[in-house]
């Protein structure tokens, strides 16, 4: 896996499940514009469709869980998984007042141990999310991922990525990674090399879109299982 200059997650997930409960009722106000247009792009080229069961780890306050539920319909059903009790609380009210509810099963739990049976899911999603885990547990997480697809299930990622264009998104890179390294409690993600780990976790890349955020690489990238 690609992991020259990946910086290292130092905060506990003990603390992180901590933050992300504090800043559940606000989150979507702090965070929720800036991630939409990435995550909407790595939703397009997920492209569920009705019938499916998929899986969103770090489903935070519930955005993509809805555009999920709708596309697989009453034939589909959806879990999310999120660390913090808050986001899922948050993500509970959004489905409820969408009339979504009962087509999304919710959960706590982390993604490098996953609370699901083998070959449960016809595609995954994480959004934001795999940059959040420290370097060694990537490949964890993505070994699960794995091992909860069925034969050509998919995987859909979007995350902050190191592979920069241009001396203004190499510079924003570094001061973000500054900011990583001197505050790992609130600026706790950092840039991955997002398809290089699908790759060497045995995933094909089918597809990735380059995009940006506050002026950082962000991709959408988009892999398989063989069947």
């Not at 990537?138 to 998919?154: D, F, N, S, T, Y």
């Not at 991955?192 to 940006?212: H, Q």
């Amino acid at each position: 896996m690609g992991t020259d200059g990946v910086r290292r997650v130092e905060r506990p997930k003990a603390a992180a499940r901590a933050i992300y409960d504090r800043l559940s009722r606000r989150y979507d106000l702090l965070a929720g514009t800036a991630e939409r247009k990435p995550r909407e792009a790595a939703l397009d080229l997920l492209a569920p469709v009705a019938g499916e069961t998929i899986l969103e780890i770090g489903c935070g306050t519930g955005y993509a869980l809805s555009r999920l539920a709708r596309a697989v319909g009453d034939t589909g059903m959806v879990h999310g998984l999120d660390l913090s009790r808050g986001m899922l609380e948050v993500a509970r009210r959004r489905l409820v007042d969408a009339g979504l509810a009962d087509r999304v099963s919710l959960r706590v739990g982390d993604g490098a141990t996953l609370p699901y049976p083998d070959s449960a899911y016809d595609a995954v999603f994480m959004s934001f999310t795999l940059e959040l885990f420290d370097t060694p547990e990537i490949p964890l997480v993505l070994a699960e991922c794995r091992r909860v697809l069925r034969p050509g299930g998919r995987l859909a990622v979007v995350a902050l990525s190191r592979k920069c264009k241009g001396s203004l998104s190499r510079a924003m890179v570094g001061l973000y990674e500054w900011f990583h390294e001197r505050l790992p409690g609130y600026v706790d993600c950092r840039p991955i090399y997002i398809d290089d780990a699908l790759t060497a976790s045995g995933f094909e890349v089918k597809d990735r879109r380059p995009m940006g955020m506050w002026g950082l690489p962000v991709e959408a990238v988009v892999g398989f299982v063989h069947g």
